[in-house]
């Protein structure tokens, strides 16, 4: 197995339009992204110059934008955006017909310098067809190449919408001490009632406790 780093420069077609988010926001911190099935969900805490109300409409008006939610957070608002990669789609479909050839897994990205760094890791037989695919469709460069142990994912014991909880709760922080989301609002932002939120995370746990302990 190889895990590379690569750097994805950013499309000024893509961001085009949306100059007026950056007026509305005086500062961002703890920028994070990962993808689910083929959306991107997107993290951010940001302090807003002007009402949260007016960005967020504006934000769901654009038609690549699934979804998107502020919590307050001490003068400031988390903010989160689910996002179809349809606006990509080709690019997209390109790297969906690699993950059918073999393992390939879209770890994590940060946002550095006007660059989007992904973590990818891959069986060592497509790290050609990753590279030259991430070139291609997006202009990428190779940061770093390294090996990586195969390791057997828990998480493939769980069900598609167990795994999805869990992984969201995970990434926007809900199990750190103190949470930086609670239940309701991981809740509104899977579209599904605290109630059931709680479930799926509890028989989740208990399948990834089963399998690390077995």
Known sequence: MKRLKIAIPYDGDLFAGLEWLLEAIEW????????????????VEVKFRESPEKVIERLRALHQVRDVRAFPRNGMHLLYIRASLEPQREQADRLFELQKKGLVIFE???????ESILSVLCEEELLGEVVRTFREAYG???????????????????????????????????FDEPRKVTLRELAEMLNLSPSTVKEHLRKGLKRLLDETLK
């Open 108 to 114: 994590s990205g940060t946002f550095v310098g006007g």
């Open 140 to 174: 990428a460069r190779v940061i770093s190449v390294e090996e990586a142990e195969p390791e057997s994912s828990p998480l493939s014991k769980l069900t598609k919408r167990q795994a999805e909880v869990l992984f969201l709760a995970y990434m926007s922080g809900y």
């Open 28 to 43: 961002a911190y703890g920028d994070t992204y990962f993808t689910i099935d083929t959306d991107v969900i997107k993290l």
